[in-house]
C-alpha cells in the first residue's frame, strides 16, 4: 500500500470526525457565544486573557503534542503491526481522547476557569481531591522518568548523539535570551520570532560541528550523566520566571512543531511523485509484545498521547480555558487540537511503515526510527541527509524539553498545593521533592526477564502509559459527574471513562503480577520500581473510582426520592 494514501485517507477520517462528532459534542454542551467567558470576566491579562482561536490553536496544540504522539504510535506499531495502531489512534483520537480534551476545557470554561482537581472537589470529597492530587504527582513523575531517560538516550547516541546535545543547548541558551530581550526590551513579537526562529536553525547546522560529549564519572556512565544534567535543567526550570526560559522555549518549540509536521507531510506528497513510499513493515505481528504482555489492554496504554491522554486535562484546564473568548472555539482548540496531534501520531507511525522488519530492529528506538522516517521524507525535498537527521532529532529533543519542564513545574504547584506549604523556599523544595523519584529510576540498573540491562524509559513507558489513560477515566469520570448534574448526555463522557478504566486497570494487573509472583515465591519484599509505582496507582485509582461511583448512586437516589415525593 502507498504510504501517501494512508495519509490522506486518514486525514479525511479525523476531519470528518471533526464535523461529525465534534458538531454533536457542541450541541450536547450547548454551547454560546453570548455566555461571558472566564477570559473576559476574570481578565487579569497574565493568566485570564481572551485569544484568537486561531492563535490559541496554535498554542494549546504545542503544549499538548510533546514526545508522546511520537514514541506510542512507533513501539506500539513495532510491537503489534501498522493496522491495530492506525485504528486505535483513529478511533481512540474521535471519541475518546477529542471528547477528553473538549469537555475538559468546557467544564473549566463552566466553573471559572478552575483546574480539572478543582472541579472534581465540587462533585467528590476533599479526600477524593486530595487522592486525585497524589494520582497526579505520581503521574507526572513517571512522565519525567520516561521522557529523561529517552532524549539521555538521543544525546549518548554513538554517531549523532553528541551533535544534537551541542544543538538542544545552544536552542536553550536562544530561549533565555530571547526570553530576557523581549521582558526588558519589549520588541515587536513578529520581528523577534523572525530573528530567532532562523537561529534554531543555525544551532541545528552548527551542533554535529561543536559535538557535547558527556564523560563517564565513577560508576556513572555517559547516559546517567546525561541524566543527571536533565535533571538539574528540569529543577532549574521549574523555580526561574516563566519568561526566561519556558514561554519563549516554548513558543519557539511550537513552531518547530508545526514545521516537522508540515515538511515531513510536503516531503511524503513530494516524493510520492519522484517514487513513492510503499508501506514495508507488517500490518500485524502478533498478539504478543516483546516484553510479553498482550495487545489488549496493551495496545491502548503504549499509543497513549496520539489517541488519548489525561495529561492533556492538566493543560486544558490549567492555561487553555483561561483564554477561551467563545464558547464555540471550545471545539476548535479542544477537539481540533487533539485530532491534530492524531495527525502526527500518524505519521510518527508512518516512520515505522517505510522500514522492513529487520531496518526498524537496527534503529531500535523510537527517537531514532522517528530522525530516519523524517530524513528520508526530507531527502524527497533535497535536504542533506546529515542535516535532516539532526533537525529531527533536536526537533524530537525539543519536544521532550516541554514535557520535561512543564510536568516539573506542575509537580510542583500540585505538591505545594498538597502540603499547603508556600514561601520563600517552598519552590525549590517542592521542585527538588518531586525529581527525587525520578533521579532513583534513572540511576537504578534495570533488567528485563531474561536479565538483559534495558533503559529505564523502556520499564516505565508502560506504567505511564497506564498512568497517563487512568488519569484520562479519572477526568472523564469527572466531567460525566459534571453532565449528569447538569442533566446533559452524560454517557458520552461516561463510557470512554469505563472503557479507559478498565483498559489502564488490565495493563497495571499485567505490570504488578510478576512482581506479586516473585514476593509469594520468594516469601519476601522484592524492590521493583515498576510493581510498586503501579500498586501504588491501582490504589489511588480504586479510591477514586469507589469515591465517583457512589457520588452516582447516591445523586441518582435522590433524583429518585425528589420523584417519589412530587407524585
Excluded at 489492554?297 to 483564554?323: D, E, I, N, R, Y
Aim: glycine share 10%; with cysteine.
Amino acid at each position: 500500500m502507498n504510504l501517501l494514501f494512508l495519509i490522506l485517507s486518514s486525514m479525511v477520517v479525523l476531519f470528518l470526525g471533526y464535523r461529525l462528532y465534534g458538531n454533536f459534542l457542541s450541541r450536547i454542551l450547548g454551547l454560546r457565544d453570548n455566555a461571558p467567558t472566564p477570559a473576559y470576566t476574570l481578565r487579569d491579562d497574565v493568566d485570564f486573557v481572551p485569544a484568537g482561536k486561531w492563535y490559541l490553536l496554535g498554542q494549546h496544540f504545542s503544549a499538548i503534542a510533546a514526545a508522546g504522539p511520537i514514541v506510542g504510535p512507533i513501539l506500539a506499531g513495532m510491537w503489534f503491526g501498522w493496522v491495530p495502531t492506525l485504528l486505535w489512534i483513529l478511533l481512540g483520537g474521535i471519541f475518546i481522547g477529542g471528547v477528553h480534551d473538549m469537555l475538559t476545557i468546557a467544564a473549566s470554561v463552566r466553573h471559572q476557569g478552575k483546574s480539572i482537581a478543582e472541579v472534581l472537589r465540587e462533585y467528590m470529597s476533599k479526600r477524593a481531591y486530595i487522592l486525585f492530587l497524589l494520582f497526579l504527582w505520581f503521574s507526572l513523575v513517571y512522565i519525567i522518568t520516561t521522557f529523561m531517560d529517552i532524549t539521555a538516550g538521543t544525546f549518548t547516541d554513538p554517531l549523532r548523539g553528541a551533535g544534537v546535545a551541542s544543538s538542544s543547548m545552544m536552542y536553550l541558551g536562544l530561549a533565555i535570551v530571547m526570553g530576557i530581550i523581549l521582558r526588558k526590551f519589549n520588541p515587536p513579537l513578529g520581528i523577534t520570532t523572525l530573528v530567532f526562529l532562523p537561529l534554531v536553525f543555525v544551532a541545528v547546522y552548527l551542533g554535529p560541528h561543536f559535538p557535547l560529549t558527556m564523560s563517564s564519572v565513577g560508576n556513572l556512565d555517559p547516559r546517567a550523566m546525561w541524566n543527571g544534567a536533565l535533571l538539574v535543567y528540569c529543577f532549574i526550570a521549574a523555580v526561574i520566571p516563566m519568561w526566561l526560559l519556558l514561554q519563549p522555549r516554548g513558543y519557539l518549540g511550537g513552531f518547530f512543531l508545526t514545521l516537522m509536521v508540515g515538511v515531513s507531510l510536503l516531503g511524503i506528497i513530494v516524493g510520492n511523485f519522484i517514487q513513492p513510499f510503499v508501506i514495508q513493515y507488517p500490518a500485524f505481528t502478533g498478539w504478543i509484545s516483546p516484553g510479553g504482555f498482550p495487545i489488549l489492554p496493551l495496545l491502548f496504554t503504549t499509543v497513549a498521547c496520539g489517541a488519548c491522554s489525561g495529561f492533556h486535562a492538566m493543560v486544558c484546564s490549567g492555561t487553555t480555558s483561561k483564554q477561551i473568548a467563545k464558547e464555540s472555539d471550545i471545539k476548535l482548540v479542544g477537539y481540533g487540537g487533539l485530532l491534530l496531534e492524531s495527525l502526527v501520531a500518524v505519521i510518527a507511525l508512518g516512520t515505522v511503515l517505510i522500514l522492513t522488519t529487520s531496518k526498524a530492529g537496527e534503529l531500535q528506538d523510537p527517537n531514532q526510527i522517528f530522525a530516519n522516517g523524517v530524513s528520508v521524507f526530507l531527502s524527497r525535498l533535497g535536504v542533506p541527509t546529515e542535516l535532516a537527521l539532526n533537525f529531527a532529532l533536536l526537533a524530537f529533543a525539543t519536544f521532550v524539553y516541554d514535557t520535561l519542564d512543564v510536568a516539573t513545574r506542575l509537580g510542583r504547584y500540585i505538591f505545594e498545593e498538597l502540603t499547603g506549604w508556600r514561601g520563600k523556599w517552598s519552590p525549590y523544595a517542592a521542585s527538588f521533592i518531586t525529581l527525587v523519584l525520578p533521579a532513583i529510576f534513572v540511576t537504578t540498573r534495570m533488567t528485563d526477564a531474561t536479565g538483559q540491562v534495558i533503559p529505564a524509559w523502556k520499564m516505565f513507558w508502560s506504567v505511564f502509559g497506564s498512568s497517563n489513560q487512568l488519569l484520562a477515566a479519572l477526568v472523564l469520570l469527572t466531567v460525566s459527574l459534571w453532565l449528569f448534574k447538569n442533566k446533559m448526555r452524560y454517557g458520552v463522557a461516561l463510557w470512554p471513562a469505563i472503557f479507559m478504566m478498565l483498559v489502564a486497570m488490565c495493563s497495571l494487573f499485567f505490570i504488578l503480577k510478576p512482581w506479586i509472583g516473585e514476593m509469594f515465591s520468594l516469601g519476601r519484599f522484592i524492590f521493583n520500581p515498576m510493581g510498586i509505582t503501579g500498586a501504588l496507582l491501582a490504589g489511588l485509582a480504586f479510591l477514586l473510582l469507589f469515591e465517583g461511583a457512589s457520588i452516582f448512586v447516591k445523586t441518582r437516589a435522590s433524583k429518585v426520592e425528589t420523584l417519589v415525593v412530587k407524585k
